[in-house]
């Protein structure tokens, strides 16, 4: 495996452990049921859904109103570190954005590194899981 000497490829290499370690948590039997693997890009995404994937996965009843509630509740329209301030899914992709093009060296860096590294250890299975979902 290729040495992680970048914070990019730190990074990477932070990422990748995880990946192995939650799939080796939930090819536990003891665990079968009890993990959800949650994509928090989903879930700014398309809130509705990805919450009621969760509120099932707790025993929670969905009302059949759940995603106009989420919608009316603007509580995802609003920046969790200054409640007054207003931060849509517009002002998100627009943070990320200038985020990705402010880091996009180390990102690069990274994503060449866990590249490198999944195609040293076979793990190519995990490379979808590199690329975000459109």
Do not use: C
């Amino acid at each position: 495996m290729p040495l992680a000497e970048t914070d990019g490829a730190r990074l990477a290499r932070a990422w990748l452990i995880e990946q192995l370690r939650w799939r080796t948590l939930a090819a536990d039997p003891a665990l079968a049921g009890r993990l959800v693997d949650l994509d928090f890009a989903e879930v700014l995404r398309d809130p509705a859904p990805a919450v009621a994937r969760l509120a099932v996965h707790y025993g929670l009843d969905v009302p059949e109103d759940w995603a106009q509630r989420i919608k009316s509740s603007e509580l995802l329209s609003r920046y969790a570190k200054d409640g007054d301030a207003h931060f849509d899914a517009n002002a998100r992709r627009r943070e990320l954005t200038a985020a990705a093009e402010r880091h996009a060296d180390g990102i690069a860096e990274g994503m060449q590194w866990a590249e490198a590294a999944l195609d040293a250890l076979g793990e190519v299975d995990l490379a979808s899981r590199l690329r975000p979902r459109a």
